[in-house]
């Protein structure tokens, strides 16, 4: 089979990847370093015969998706710190009305306007707990080309399998950075496709009544069931309920969906971790200093180990306990204050065992950075 | 081929950022190398010092900056004197004649040409000037073959500018050998 | 069909206050969409939050209960997605013209074929009686103790200068034009936009001395008057009802479909 191969910026491979899994509709607000995305898109969207438009702000991005979607659509935006802030509220309301959705945040420094151009991962908790309420999310990463791809793809299948937004969390480094991509050929890679409801016209559809298995077959705005949808707490047909039985229930529900699923939905990699003593974990654009020191201390005989994370939440928490099990030491490398440290902490046994490596100064973390850690905790020093 | 490391410096503007993924873009289409490019993004892109750092090699590439550089491009004096201390030692310095005064302390072998004078003396087009630079690069390292860059010059850049632009590589080949 | 089988009985009654106008709005779009005769399941209703946002609950057509501010984002995503889908959305004052006064002045100016009802009670009325964007100088509200010092929109001037379409105002007393202008607004294929006085006796009213819905409905009969009635050159306090603005002007859907067009060509050559 000929392969097609491209040589893209991670922003670009994250439109390929969108198109390939049938991306229909995107609406986004120009943001450094996420614009990539959407320049891409109004050229490529329309040939196809799908949609783009550049909203006033990123509030508005956000709500057309979710608009655009009930209509049957597959959809996404992509936006940057600042915006993706501007998102949250709507992004709240996408998991309470169950719409499926992707959103792009290519990380950069923050807090507020903060440092534009330059690399950070400051938003891994953001991404988990930004909205308001109790709620289960999907947050998925990438640390090549390649992988970008690949995880858009699996980020439009988990958003429609689960019906919820599915955030996608890269970072500067890997938006920017350009990298060989092969294209699979159509059909390669499976896509999950809107589940419809096979209810009949004119019988009574409940939009909001799961089935055993968690799922909730749709019906298009436009098609034969006419229902509401509302951001309020929603009984079976979507009306408003504060009934407590109503409100427990969808909550639950909203949770159970996604963590009950954890296992199914999390995504890793890992190296070398058989007889490793000093386990790293990392994610994105760090993700890469690492195995590049992994495998060359691996050379040198030393017993180091790698996990890379492509799902950050739901957090992995089982398959992480397990793997860090007989590790003297595990290090999070991240380029922030430990977002993710803290649940590594709380995932593993003996929390004491677990360091933070850090960088927080808008450059990658580099290998001599992790090679210094490295040699202080095996005693040599740096 | 062992793994190379390249910083390509100047001022925004001379193309630069733009020979560099033409480069990358050549070893990892038609060359069948692994490529990463990378550059620094925000105002200095239009004006000042600008960097990209591409990193060609037959096996996968994980850190994707250039921390040393064995082979560095400076098209300004600025982009020079910024970049030059971070050369790896015996690593080669392409500086273009008209815009640097290379220093004597750098560890490096340093190859002055009058690049851009030739293209604006041949071609007259100062547009073509970081091709012509590219040249000299693929001349002088062989890390790309010279058919590899015109494919992907052929493929990437509209077709009335293709003929300035192979011109443009000749020239800077040329000066290579010289 | 009768406007009744517009409605959904099984969530009635319905939560506005005796009184309300926003009833006597919700009748008045049904009605209209009656008379043009369209299709229940070519209707989508979007909404933001507020009394008015309510609305979508009750009637049975595609409904979209929103967040605050945002229906016309919201709207905006479904009618690119299905250009050939009516879109009603009504807001209140507040909904429309504070939040969501930026998507509203864009949607205006894409001219984007959606029809938006601002309701006009001049209060937060689901909040408990705070002052709006037009709520207007010395008004009195549960956040305005002492009166109101900040000037309102005016929001037909407003919507004509961002680039709507189609223009209107009319009052919940005047429900026979009140329909007529949905018709009219409903079938112009570009952005409509409906200003209807909509009573809030319970908050407005009883803060500003017009206590019971009667007194509103008077209000609402004697301060206002027809485009270029001659009764307003004497009484230029009036403010006038009618349509101002209904003109053909190029719809962003149709628009979009001769990007797609010259996008495919481009890519054949």
Known sequence: MKRNVKFVQGNEACVEGALYAGLDFFAGYPITPSTEIAEHLSERLPIKGGKFIQMEDEIASMCAIIGASLTGKKVMTATSGPGFSLKQEALGYAIM??????????????????????????????????????????????STIQDVFEVTIRAFNIAETYRTPVILLFDEIIGHMREKLILPEPGEIPLVERMRTSVKSGVDYHPYLPREDG????????????????????????????????????????????????????????????????????????????????????????????????????????????????????IVVEMNMGQLTRTVKNAVEDHRKVFLMNRIDGLLITVSDIRNILRMLQGKGV | MERCRIVFSGSGGQGVITASIILAHAAVIFDNLEAVQSQSYGPEARGGATRSDVIISESQIYFPKVIQPNILISLTQEAYNKFAP????????????????????????????????????????????????LGVLIELTKIVREESVIKTLENNIPKKFIDINKKALFLGIDLAKE | MAFKDYIRERFFPHIWCPGCGHGMVLKGMLKAVEKLGIDKNNIVMVSGIGCSARITGYVDFHTLHTIHGRALAFATGVKISRPELCLIVPMGDGDALAIGGNHFIHACRRNIDITAVIMNNRIYGMTGGQYSPLSGIGKYASTAPYSTIENKFDIVKLAETAGASFVARTTTYHIREMIDILCMAISNKGFSVVEIFSQCPTYFGRKNELKTPTDMLNYFKDNTTPIGSKVKEANPELIERGVFINSSMPEYCEEYDKIVAKAKKNTEV
């Open chain 1, 97 to 142: 009305a169950e719409i499926p959705c992707v959103i792009v945040n290519v990380q950069r420094g923050g807090p507020s306007t903060g440092n534009p151009t330059h690399v950070s991962q400051g938003d891994v908790n953001q991404a988990r707990w930004g909205s308001h309420g109790d709620y289960a999310i999907v947050v998925m990463t990438a």
């Open chain 1, 215 to 330: 799922r909730l077959p749709m019906s298009d705005f436009g098609g034969k069931h006419r229902y509401n949808v509302t951001g309020l707490f929603h009984d079976m047909w979507g009306f408003p309920s504060t009934k407590p039985e109503i409100v427990h229930g969808l909550l639950r529900h909203l949770n159970d969906k996604i963590i009950n699923y954890a296992e199914s939905i999390c995504m890793y990699k890992e190296f070398e971790l058989e007889d490793a003593e000093i386990i790293f974990i990392s994610y994105g654009a760090s993700a890469r200093t690492v195995l590049h020191t992994v495998k060359n201390r691996r050379k040198a005989g030393e017993k180091v180990g790698f996990i890379e994370l492509q799902t950050l939440w739901p957090f992995p928490y089982n398959i992480i306990r397990r793997k860090c099990a007989n590790a003297r030491h595990v």
């Open chain 2, 86 to 133: 971070i050369i790896r030692p015996g690593g080669i310095l392409i500086s273009d004649r008209r815009f640097v005064t290379t220093g004597r302390y750098v560890d490096a072998v340093q190859k002055s040409f009058p690049m851009f004078e030739t293209v604006m003396a041949d071609i007259g087009n100062p547009i073509v000037f970081n091709i012509c630079m």
